[in-house]
């Protein structure tokens, strides 16, 4: 199994992002995905959660500025990240589960400038 995160950067606050987390080695279809972040000095937090057949939930500091989508031909989960905040920093981890073991990707750095 393989998550290959992308798309973090250095913005304004105000601007969006979008992530992009590719999948490999997973039946990705039939296969939930979700991203977290860690804030520095955090312990890694829930952001948002896609079913396979596509229905989402979300954090209550994601909902409304940020959209977990995915593309299935492309075994691709996105986040979509609008209205960004200073306290939006941090390092967004896309994760999946498989047969019950967590697996996660590297990671992608988002830095929100005030």
């Known amino acids: 199994v393989q998550l290959q995160a992308s798309g973090g950067g250095l913005v304004q606050a105000g601007e969006s992002l979008r992530l992009t987390c590719v999948a490999s080695?997973?039946?990705?279809?039939?296969?939930?995905m979700e991203w977290y972040r860690r804030a520095p000095g955090e312990v890694r937090e829930w952001v948002a959660t896609?079913?396979?057949?596509?229905?989402?939930m979300y954090t209550d500091f994601a909902e409304g500025r940020f959209t977990i989508s995915r593309d299935n031909a492309k075994n691709t989960v996105y986040l979509e990240m609008n209205s960004l905040k200073p306290k939006d920093t941090a390092v967004y981890y896309c994760k999946t589960i498989q047969s019950g073991e967590g697996y996660w990707g590297q990671g992608t750095q988002v830095t929100v400038s005030s």
């Open positions: 896609i079913g396979k057949g596509g229905g989402t």
């Open positions: 080695g997973i039946n990705f279809g039939a296969s939930v």
